[in-house]
């Protein structure tokens, strides 16, 4: 695996300056969570650095992209292949910047739709990745506070934002996220 600096470079060089800053944004949030929740920062530092790095493909060019790289299409997926960037990322990041650790490969895959049995290292990274200092929509300041208090808390309060989201905008609803807020909710609902 590259060098957390190397990583940073490459990545300087394969985004558009928008979406690198917001990369650093992420990494540098995460690092802030990892710290609170008494996380290990290295891998979360990876995953959260290189979370947005399939987006050097743009969202128009993703489909074809992931179908080139063998990549698992699902219907949410062709329809929003905004959403693709986690599953090109993944392959960067394998290809591109070595890494071969499936939790910090998860990370990245599932920053964006969430999952069921997600590992605090994934749960920093999508909250972070939600929550950074660029970040400005209804409700963020209410996340910030709780992603530093309960990540599990966050994950729930980040997933209803998220479908309420995709509701009113007449949005598909990937089976990740509803798995996701199923699953944090039921364990909510037996404390």
Not at 14 to 37: C, D, F, I, M
Not at 70 to 90: F, M, R, S, T
Not at 143 to 155: G, T
């Amino acid at each position: 695996m590259m060098k957390l600096e190397e990583m940073k470079r490459v990545l300087k060089e394969s985004l558009p300056p928008k979406r690198y800053k917001h990369s650093v944004n992420v990494y540098e949030t995460a690092l802030e969570l990892a710290a609170t929740h008494k996380l290990p920062a290295e891998k979360i530092a990876v995953s959260a650095l290189l979370h947005d790095c399939g987006r050097e493909v743009g969202s128009k060019e993703s489909v074809a992209k992931a179908r080139e790289l063998g990549l698992p299409i699902d219907d949410v997926e062709l329809q929003q292949p905004i959403l693709l960037h986690a599953k090109i990322g993944v392959y960067n990041a394998m290809h591109k910047y070595g890494v071969a650790d499936q939790e910090i490969l998860d990370g990245i895959l599932y920053h964006t739709t969430g999952i069921d049995g997600m590992t605090p290292l994934a749960k920093v990274v999508f909250l972070a990745d939600m929550v950074e200092p660029g970040r400005d929509f209804p409700g963020v300041e209410e996340l910030r506070r709780l992603a530093r208090k309960d990540l599990d808390k966050a994950m729930l309060l980040a997933y209803g934002n998220t479908i309420r989201y995709l509701l009113d905008e007449g949005q598909l609803i990937h089976p990740h996220c509803i798995s996701g807020y199923n699953e944090l909710l039921l364990a909510a609902k037996k404390q």
